[in-house]
């Protein structure tokens, strides 16, 4: 188990490797050299879907997580 003294929120950091740093790279790029309109706005729709959808589960896990801690910490303090 992690050092106590350790930061509780360190496994929240969100550590890109190289590759998946430049595949966002290159989506991005073409994203921003496309010249379609139809399909830019499906694109922005199916994000924003994707973007509420995966905001909600991660406002839940991270809210599971939480309470999970809560009464492993509370478990660990009485004699």
Known sequence: MKNASSNNFDWMVVEQSLEEELRLERNIR???DSN???VLSQLCVSLMRTQ???SKLL???VGHIALLEA???DATQKP
């Open 30 to 32: 073409f994203i921003e």
């Open 36 to 38: 379609n309109v139809d």
């Open 52 to 54: 509420a959808h995966q």
């Open 59 to 61: 406002k839940q896990a």
């Open 71 to 73: 009464v492993f910490f």
